[in-house]
């Protein structure tokens, strides 16, 4: 069975400090994405990482995969207000069908 | 703007009846589109794989006579939640994927809101 599991589940930091959020999967996967979703609203792509090693960064997050460790991380630095949001990676074995992690609930405290 | 486009974004209808949900690609064309499920404050499963001018194909779980999916033309898919119950009330999200480029753009639509009284 797939399985994508993200840690934590909740996360409560104040503005400013850093945080990592991770995300194991269980199957080979050529491609690794991360999608932020605020509340009520769909999916908002945030990075896609293809390769091993990938890095990408876009303002205050930055996220990294590890094909060999089955781990992807997003990075926080310096959280504000408006990154509060719940975050998803998802795995596409196939390319194609996504299978979601089980989400993290951030929220940032001014 | 968005190149998926989801219809409705939110219904609410009585238990018993059947609903539509349309997911249309706006300027490209998917041979595949893909149907998720969230339930509130969880995260996103996937129900089926839309294959234009095939049969849908289900993942483990999903009733296929009760989720009836139709991918009739290039650039849209349909869902319908037959004799829907409350359990069934939902966030449903559509995907499909851009071959253009490099061909790893996935666009979600905006989803669409089930409630089922």
């Known amino acids: 069975e797939l399985k994508v599991e993200q840690n934590p589940l909740f996360l409560s930091m104040q503005e400013g400090k850093n945080y990592t959020i991770y995300c194991n999967y269980s199957t080979t996967s050529d491609r690794l994405y991360w999608y932020r979703q605020d509340p009520g609203k769909s999916l908002e792509s945030l990075f896609v990482l293809l390769s091993n090693g990938a890095v990408k960064q876009e303002g205050r997050l930055m996220a990294s995969l590890d094909t060999k460790a089955r781990l992807s991380t997003l990075h926080i630095t310096a959280a504000v207000h408006d990154l509060s949001a719940t975050y998803f990676c998802?795995?596409?074995?196939?390319?194609?069908?996504?299978?979601f992690g089980t989400g993290t609930s951030l929220t940032v405290i001014p | 703007g968005a190149v998926v486009s989801q219809h409705p974004s939110w219904v609410i209808c009585k238990s018993g009846t059947s609903v539509k949900i349309e997911c249309r690609s706006l300027d490209f064309q998917a041979t595949t589109m893909f149907w998720y499920r969230q339930f509130p404050k969880q995260s996103l499963m996937l129900m089926a794989t839309s294959n234009e001018g095939s049969k849908a194909t289900y993942e483990q779980g999903v009733e296929k006579d009760k989720f009836l999916i139709n991918h009739a033309s290039l650039t849209l898919s349909t869902l319908t939640v037959t004799s829907a119950h409350p359990e069934d009330s939902s966030f449903y999200i559509c995907s499909a994927r851009d071959l253009r480029g490099d061909g790893n753009t996935i666009y979600f639509g905006e989803g669409s809101w089930l409630t089922v009284v």
């Open positions: 998802a795995v596409a074995p196939t390319g194609n069908q996504f299978y």
